[in-house]
């Protein structure tokens, strides 16, 4: 449902029978359980309860049972002293009363006991009236859903989760349709900068780095959740060997790519080891200004990923400026293949990868759209008309991220995301 995430907007049918549709894919890909599998699974939680709450009353009935016992023989021995008393006032002196009072002493408190009884009792009534409604609620679910128990109803819902995983691996890549309207997840730091997620780390790693300014800036803010970037806290700080030129910088599997300040050379620094692992030159690229996207800031490299791995967006005086795309090994930072696209860099706001096709705004200011894809798997192009939505005005960071499937942006001192409308084309299991 749209509640999930998943949104189908268009589906029709190709020549050759397959099937195609266009779909927005959510953030996260989970299976929420049905209504009434929700109702089975409080239902169960409250026989828990009901069973743990037996155990208690059956802990302390036998404690107070035990105690009970104990006392049967002081209450047998009072009570035939008092008969005693009662035949023969004479024989009760001083010193049998005194023994009176203090067997009756002994048995204050099995007050307390009985009390509980009491409420033990009414426990004991509370406890049948909530077995019978769970009675009457299971049959009303049994006939409204069958004859399905809640062990079987868990793994159709598991089965359900896995179709759904095998779907969404099918679903991995597809062309760029749409863009939502944004949003702001925080205002903070100066005009311009960056911040992301890791690109390619399991989902349970939800840390967010920030990296505020484009120009000599060595700062890097890890935050541990996205919740404690919001809060501006729980961060350590990481202070980079060499400072970076522009905001072209991405996370990718636990280490910084960034454009070495006043150089051509992409650097990979890792965080846990804080240390700079290797550092590359990019043959020919312009820096310091020289081919930078239309804002400026010495955007001259800017290092993205995608589904398909690590690339490098540059240009060079070969090619008179128009954008380079670049595959890039993440281990050594060699290019390994590299692409043309004829697009001029400095007509360029921003760029980003989705499944191997770089998509370029026409600007970094208000009224700005997708104007232009370049498919590396076909070494081919094409424009676009995408509408992009320039809240604040100022774009001068704009990056995809395959794992969440979101674009991450910086906008006017204002950190913004954006979801993603992919066209795909699904296969059947047969292909």
Same mark, same amino acid.
């Given at each position: 449902?749209?509640?999930e ?16 549709c ?15 599998s929700?109702q ?17 009353l ?6 107070d ?15 035939s002293?008092?008969?005693?008393a ?44 909530e077995?019978r ?18 062990e ?16 969404m ?15 702001t997840?925080?205002?903070s ?9 890791d ?17 000599k ?15 501006g806290q ?10 970076w030129?522009?905001?072209g ?5 636990g280490?910084?790519?960034y ?13 846990r080891?804080r ?7 990019l ?7 020289t081919?930078?996207?239309s ?6 490299i800017?290092? =993205?990923? &995608?589904? @398909?791995?690590?690339?490098? !967006?540059?240009? +060079?005086?070969? $090619?008179?400026?128009?954008i380079?795309v ?10 390994l ?6 697009y001029?860099?400095?007509s ?5 990868m ?18 232009f894809?370049?498919?590396?798997n ?8 995408i ?8 774009i001068? =960071?704009? &990056?995809? @991220?395959p794992?969440?499937? !979101?674009?991450? +942006?910086w906008? $006017?001192?204002?950190?913004?995301i ?14």
């Open positions: 449902s749209p509640d995430g998943w949104q189908v907007y268009t589906s029709a049918q190709a020549p050759d029978g397959k099937c195609l266009t779909a927005v894919i959510p953030v996260q890909g989970t299976c929420s359980r049905d209504l009434r929700h089975l699974r409080q239902l169960m939680e409250k026989v828990q309860n009901i069973s743990q709450s037996m155990e208690v059956d802990l302390r009935t036998y404690r049972l035990q105690y009970v016992r104990n006392t049967e023989s002081l209450m047998k021995g009072l009570d002293r008092l008969k005693v009662a035949e023969s006032q004479k024989s009760l002196n001083a010193k049998s009363f005194q023994e009176l009072k203090d067997k009756m002493t002994e048995l204050l408190p099995l007050l307390p006991v009985l009390d509980q009884y009491k409420s033990d009792t009414r426990l004991i009534v509370h406890l049948k009236e077995v409604n769970l009675s009457v609620s299971l049959l009303a679910i049994q006939e409204e859903m069958g004859a399905y128990d809640y079987e109803l868990q793994q159709r819902v598991l089965m359900l989760e896995a179709r759904l995983h095998a779907c691996q099918k679903l991995g890549c597809g062309k760029l349709t749409g863009v939502s309207n944004p949003i997840i925080r205002a730091g100066s005009r311009f900068g960056s911040w992301m997620t690109t390619m780390t399991p989902s349970a790693d939800t840390r967010v780095w920030y990296m505020d300014g484009y120009y800036g060595r700062r890097v803010l890890e935050f541990r959740t996205l919740n404690d970037f919001v809060t729980n961060f350590v700080q990481h202070l980079l060997p060499h400072p030129a522009g905001t910088h991405v996370v990718f599997n280490s910084l790519y454009n070495k300040y006043q150089s051509n050379i992409a650097v990979k620094y890792h965080f080891s240390s700079v692992l290797v550092q590359r030159s043959a020919g690229a312009g820096y310091n200004n081919f930078p996207y804002w400026g800031g010495f955007s001259d800017d290092f =993205m990923v &995608d589904e @398909n791995g690590l690339w490098a !967006v540059y240009t +060079t005086n070969q $090619n008179a400026g128009n380079v670049s595959r890039v090994d993440p281990q050594t930072l060699e290019v293949r590299s692409w043309d696209t004829g001029p860099k400095r360029a706001g921003e760029s980003f989705i499944c191997g096709t770089l998509y370029v705004t026409n600007s970094h200011l208000a009224g700005a759209k997708i104007y894809a370049y498919y590396t076909t070494s081919s192009y094409e424009y676009t008309d509408p992009f939505h320039n809240q604040y005005s100022h001068s =960071m704009l &990056d995809y @991220n794992r969440e499937r !979101v674009l991450y +942006t906008n $006017n001192g204002h950190q913004v954006y979801n993603v409308t992919l066209f795909h084309v699904i296969k059947t299991s047969g292909e």
